[in-house]
Protein backbone atom coordinates (compact mmCIF):
# COMPACT_ATOMS: atom_id res chain seq x y z
CA UNK A 1 0.00 0.00 0.00
CA UNK A 2 0.96 3.57 -1.17
CA UNK A 3 0.07 6.92 0.66
CA UNK A 4 0.54 10.14 -1.25
CA UNK A 5 1.84 11.97 1.75
CA UNK A 6 1.26 16.24 0.43
CA UNK A 7 4.63 17.37 1.35
CA UNK A 8 6.33 13.79 0.05
CA UNK A 9 4.45 12.76 -2.84
CA UNK A 10 4.23 8.90 -2.82
CA UNK A 11 5.82 6.76 -0.03
CA UNK A 12 5.57 3.33 1.36
CA UNK A 13 2.93 2.69 3.85
CA UNK A 14 6.20 1.19 5.99
CA UNK A 15 7.35 4.62 5.89
CA UNK A 16 4.14 5.76 8.50
CA UNK A 17 2.65 5.16 11.59
CA UNK A 18 -0.81 3.86 11.92
CA UNK A 19 -2.62 6.07 15.31
CA UNK A 20 -6.22 5.00 14.58
CA UNK A 21 -9.18 6.97 13.55
CA UNK A 22 -9.06 10.48 12.79
CA UNK A 23 -11.90 11.20 15.33
CA UNK A 24 -8.90 10.87 17.94
CA UNK A 25 -8.73 14.52 17.43
CA UNK A 26 -11.98 15.61 18.35
CA UNK A 27 -11.27 15.25 22.43
CA UNK A 28 -13.75 15.39 24.77
CA UNK A 29 -14.29 18.56 26.90
CA UNK A 30 -12.02 18.36 30.07
CA UNK A 31 -15.28 18.30 31.97
CA UNK A 32 -16.93 15.47 30.12
CA UNK A 33 -18.35 12.38 32.45
CA UNK A 34 -15.62 9.55 32.95
CA UNK A 35 -17.78 7.19 30.77
CA UNK A 36 -17.30 9.58 27.66
CA UNK A 37 -13.55 9.34 28.10
CA UNK A 38 -13.69 5.83 28.88
CA UNK A 39 -15.27 5.75 25.27
CA UNK A 40 -12.87 8.32 24.06
CA UNK A 41 -9.65 6.31 25.07
CA UNK A 42 -10.98 2.82 24.70
CA UNK A 43 -13.75 2.26 22.50
CA UNK A 44 -12.51 1.68 18.87
CA UNK A 45 -14.88 0.76 15.55
CA UNK A 46 -13.76 -1.90 13.10
CA UNK A 47 -15.43 -0.55 10.24
CA UNK A 48 -15.43 -2.23 6.62
CA UNK A 49 -15.43 0.36 4.06
CA UNK A 50 -13.91 3.66 3.55
CA UNK A 51 -12.69 5.35 6.81
CA UNK A 52 -10.46 8.83 7.99
CA UNK A 53 -7.39 7.30 9.75
CA UNK A 54 -4.65 9.27 11.75
CA UNK A 55 -0.81 8.34 9.69
CA UNK A 56 2.10 9.72 10.86
CA UNK A 57 4.58 10.14 8.19
CA UNK A 58 7.49 8.88 11.46
CA UNK A 59 10.40 8.04 8.31
CA UNK A 60 9.55 10.97 5.67
CA UNK A 61 8.87 14.57 6.62
CA UNK A 62 7.22 13.85 10.53
CA UNK A 63 4.08 15.23 8.97
CA UNK A 64 0.39 14.05 11.00
CA UNK A 65 -2.03 13.08 7.93
CA UNK A 66 -5.56 11.85 7.86
CA UNK A 67 -5.80 9.12 5.50
CA UNK A 68 -9.03 8.36 3.36
CA UNK A 69 -9.21 4.69 2.63
CA UNK A 70 -11.12 1.54 1.88
CA UNK A 71 -10.75 -0.66 4.50
CA UNK A 72 -11.94 -3.66 2.19
CA UNK A 73 -10.16 -3.08 -0.78
CA UNK A 74 -6.96 -1.53 0.97
CA UNK A 75 -7.24 1.87 -1.47
CA UNK A 76 -6.25 4.64 -0.57
CA UNK A 77 -8.37 7.46 -1.63
CA UNK A 78 -6.72 10.56 -0.56
CA UNK A 79 -4.29 11.89 2.17
CA UNK A 80 -4.37 15.80 3.47
CA UNK A 81 -2.53 17.25 6.49
CA UNK A 82 -3.94 16.90 9.64
CA UNK A 83 -5.28 19.56 12.04
CA UNK A 84 -7.23 19.72 15.21
CA UNK A 85 -9.60 22.71 15.10
CA UNK A 86 -9.32 25.66 17.86
CA UNK A 87 -11.86 25.90 20.40
ZN1 LIG B 1 5.81 13.31 4.28
Same mark, same amino acid.
Given at each position: ?? %???? $?? *??????????? &????? /?????????????????? %???? $?? *??????????? &????? /???????????????????????
Amino acid at each position: MR %IECP $LC *GSRDRREFYYA &GHASA /LERPDPAASAEIWDNYLH %IREN $LA *GVTNDLWHHET &GCGAW /LVVTRDTVSHAVLLARLAKRDKK
